[in-house]
């Protein structure tokens, strides 16, 4: 089990252009979510899909930013016309269908190491 | 509001010493709380995860502690060594909201030989 795969690992830009992060979710999950850490930041959330579907973007700024995941292949957030303030860390994250009744397993969360953006 | 309030933001400790790092929350109605480990440049490493029905939890010299009528908990830290040197954050989810978790902003700890 190879575990959330996250890549590139380290990407630049230039002001902009567009940066696409992509990540592929633990063998058997359906949930991705994808988290922005700003350096010396804590995690914020942006947006969580399963395949096919956005279930919450309440976390997605309104512009430039965009994320999917299909039905082949891995979940991608994209970023167009990047700007310097878009350099962050981008974490996707990866969970089993969720349980309900305030089961824990629900929660069960596995990040991927990240995608470092650096926009010059 | 759903919030998470860490503290503090940032400990540095000697190694072999003991550590004790706090998480208050205002998510409700609360569903369970996580501890992740986060290492400089890498993602988070779930260490526990609570209930409201579990008081305490260990993994390792790892122990979570959860006070859910004060809305609290802990993770403390026994016999510190350079390794745990890493961010700290307390993860919070609410009753059936699927998988939307509260993050808190995270401790730094840094331990010194």
């Known amino acids: 089990n190879a575990g959330v795969m996250q890549n590139p690992r380290h990407l630049v830009r230039r002001r902009g252009q567009e940066a696409r992060l992509r990540c592929s979710p633990m063998?058997?999950?359906?949930?991705v979510y994808w988290y922005r850490q700003l350096p010396e930041e804590g995690l914020k959330f942006m947006v969580y899909?399963?395949?096919?579907?956005?279930?919450?973007e309440s976390g997605m700024p309104k512009e430039r930013f965009s994320a999917e995941f299909p039905k082949e292949g891995p979940s991608i957030l994209r970023i167009q016309q990047v700007v310097r303030g878009d350099s962050a860390a981008y974490f996707c994250?990866?969970?089993?269908?969720?349980?309900?009744?305030?089961?824990?397993?629900?929660?069960?969360?596995?990040f991927g190491a990240g995608s470092r953006l650096t926009v010059l | 509001k759903n919030q998470v309030e860490q503290s503090p933001q940032s400990l540095i400790i000697l190694e072999g010493k003991n550590c004790t790092l706090q998480?208050?929350?205002?998510?409700?109605?609360?569903?369970?709380l996580r501890w992740y480990k986060q290492d400089t440049g890498r993602g988070p490493v779930s260490l526990t995860i609570?209930?409201?029905?579990?008081n305490t939890k260990s993994n390792g010299r790892y122990t979570a502690t959860l006070d859910a009528d004060t809305k609290q908990s802990s993770l403390h830290i026994t016999a510190s060594q350079l390794s745990d040197s890493a961010s700290y954050i307390c993860?919070?989810?609410?009753?059936?909201?699927?998988?939307?978790?509260?993050f808190g902003g995270g401790t730094r700890l840094m331990v010194k030989p």
């Open positions: 899909l399963q395949k096919e579907n956005i279930i919450d």
């Open positions: 998480c208050n929350y205002t998510v409700s109605p609360f569903s369970n």
């Open positions: 609570m209930t409201f029905s579990e």
């Open positions: 994250a990866s969970s089993p269908v969720t349980g309900t009744g305030g089961s824990a397993g629900a929660n069960v969360l596995t």
């Open positions: 993860v919070v989810s609410a009753e059936n909201a699927g998988n939307m978790l509260t």
């Open positions: 063998k058997g999950h359906s949930h």
